[in-house]
């Protein structure tokens, strides 16, 4: 028995025993099915997951839309939060 023939058989499907190839056929049938879900788990995954940072950046920009300050901002400050009296100047 030459290498090529041990090749050749090894190779070729139908010269397997029947147990190795469903073993095969299994093996295959698990991959494109662990596959198939994980693209139909990433999918619904990712629609989900912008569905809600489109609905928070809304609900963001409408708070900031209707955001208003009780009073304007002194100028030379940068923001309305108020200074404590040990800083005053």
């Known amino acids: 028995m030459s ?3 041990t090749t050749r058989k090894l190779i070729h499907p139908t010269s397997w025993h029947l147990s190795t190839r469903l073993v095969a056929v299994m093996l295959a ?3 494109v099915i662990c596959v198939l879900v994980g693209m139909v788990s990433y999918s619904a995954l990712s629609m989900t997951v912008r569905s809600q940072l489109d609905s928070s950046l809304q609900q963001a920009s409408v708070r900031t839309v209707s955001f208003t300050p ?3 901002v ?3 400050r940068t923001h309305s939060m108020p200074v404590p009296p040990a800083q005053a100047s």
Request: hydrophobic residues 40%; positive net charge; glycine residues 16%.
């Open 29 to 31: 049938l698990l991959t």
């Open 3 to 5: 290498i090529g023939s």
């Open 74 to 76: 002194p100028a030379g």
């Open 70 to 72: 009780a009073k304007p």
